[in-house]
Every structure is written in structure tokens, then in C-alpha cells.
């Protein structure tokens, strides 16, 4: 199955820092001063689709890259 390439962006304002994006995609997203950061700006990891689904305040991003 072909990967989809994402462009991944966070809102920080939007962001509370639950952590759930970490906890279902740990592969590209991380925490730091108490709001997630995409690893990668482009990622072709499905778990991408996956946290932005998973965020309680719709602050990831996708694109198609
Ligand atoms: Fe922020 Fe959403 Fe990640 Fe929670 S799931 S830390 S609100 S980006």
C-alpha cells in the first residue's frame, strides 16, 4: 500500500498539551515547554492521520505533500 506523505502543522494555540498525539505517534510527535512538535514537518507515517484525529481541539495540520 502507498504511504501518503503529509505536511504536518501544529497550532499552538489551539494546542493544550494532552499529549495524546505523542501517546498514538510517538514517531513524529513530541512535547516540548507543554505543546506538541511535529518531528518531522513532512511525514509519511500513518499515525500522523491517526493523532490529528485523536486531538481533542483539532490543532494538527495535515496536507497532502
Ligand atoms: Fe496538542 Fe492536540 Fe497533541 Fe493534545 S493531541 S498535545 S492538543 S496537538
Redesign the pocket.
Known amino acids: 500500500m502507498a504511504k501518503i506523505k503529509y505536511k504536518v502543522k ?1 497550532d499552538k494555540e489551539k ?8 501517546a498514538v505517534c510517538e514517531g513524529n ?1 513530541d512535547m516540548k515547554d507543554g ?2 512538535i511535529a518531528k518531522k514537518a513532512v511525514s509519511d507515517l500513518p499515525c500522523n492521520k491517526e ?1 490529528a484525529d ?4 483539532q ?2 495540520i495535515l496536507k497532502k505533500a
Open positions: 501544529i494546542c493544550i498539551g494532552c499529549g495524546s498525539c505523542v510527535f505543546k506538541a493523532a485523536i486531538c481533542p481541539t490543532a494538527i
